[in-house]
């Protein structure tokens, strides 16, 4: 099933300190664009209030109330748009209630918000979006507190950047991103980086086709291929540096032999400002994104 008849429900981790604000203006566009439904998810995590001990009933009850309203807010600014929603808000861990949040409400898309200032950081990274990445059974798409900001702001119109590994998740990272090409008019650039053995193959760069990466000869969408040597994530960084776009996308490994925070996609989660789409290899047929 493709992106269109399975993005459905989006998930967004709603903050009250406005750090998701850029992630919830993401999702509006999402939601209006591929006649979605929003669910606004806050999470009060006691260990946010209380080092030592459980935080009292009353208060919990409290942020709880005081969670409700603010997400009722945005819940009507949601309804005078059109878009249809819905409001949750679970005590707990917050990754794992997103995770829970998106099961339950069959979701195709989960929406974080980020710090920002130098991309997501180590620790959240380590914190949420590591988890979610790893767990979820839709893509997971991360926005800096900051993404319209600094040198990489993404330009009017920019496009679509795809950054393509060869691995089990680049089939469901090009339909992503032909998808949101199509849908948002945006041309498509794929950035691949050579691996040793490529270019021991005398790949030539110039030459290398769209199709080569999986994309249909029969896409409406202006498509361009950049492949570059060096690693992976200094060659994204410097593809969204020189043509600033207004989304990446990476597909994520759902294994790794190494423990922690680690990969192309968590490190680019690390270092960009860029909004972020990790897709994942295998996702459910109601949740293809």
Same mark, same amino acid.
């Given at each position: ?14 903050? %009250? ?39 009292? +009933? ?40 997103? %995770? ?7 979701? +195709? ?16 990274? +380590? ?115 020189? %043509? ?46």
């Amino acid at each position: 099933m493709g992106f269109e008849s399975g993005l459905k429900t989006i998930v967004v981790a709603a903050s %009250l300190d406005g750090r998701s604000e850029a992630a919830l203006e993401y999702a509006r566009k999402l939601a209006a664009a591929y006649d979605a439904r929003l669910v606004l998810a806050h999470g009060v995590d006691p260990v946010s209030y209380a080092a030592v001990g459980e935080i009292p +009933g009353k208060m919990r009850a409290a942020l709880s109330d005081e969670a409700q309203t603010a997400l009722s807010q945005l819940a009507d600014e949601l309804t005078k748009e059109g878009i249809p929603n819905h409001t949750v808000v679970h005590q707990g861990e917050i990754a794992q209630m997103l %995770l829970r949040i998106a099961d339950q409400y069959d979701a +195709g898309l989960i929406v974080i918000g980020t710090d920002g200032f130098n991309g997501a950081g180590a620790y959240v990274v +380590g914190a949420v979006a590591e988890q979610l990445v790893r767990l979820a059974p839709c893509p997971v798409f991360a926005v800096a507190a900051d993404w319209n900001a600094g040198p990489f702001r993404p330009i009017p119109g920019g496009p679509v950047l795809l950054a393509i590994e060869k691995n089990e998740a680049a089939k469901a990272a090009v339909a992503t991103a032909l998808s949101l090409a199509e849908t948002f008019n945006r041309p498509l650039h794929i950035v691949h980086a050579r691996s040793a053995a490529e270019a021991m193959g005398f790949l030539n760069p110039p030459a290398t086709r769209p199709e080569d990466f999986g994309v249909p000869t029969s896409t409406r969408v202006k498509v361009a291929c950049m492949v570059k040597d060096g690693t992976p994530a200094d060659v994204v960084e410097a593809a969204i540096a020189q %043509l600033r776009p207004s989304i990446l996308v990476a597909g994520v490994k759902r294994n790794s032999g190494t423990p922690g925070p680690h990969g192309t996609a968590f490190t680019l989660l690390a270092r960009s400002r860029v909004p972020v789409i990790c897709v994942p290899p295998e996702m459910k047929s109601v949740s293809v994104l």
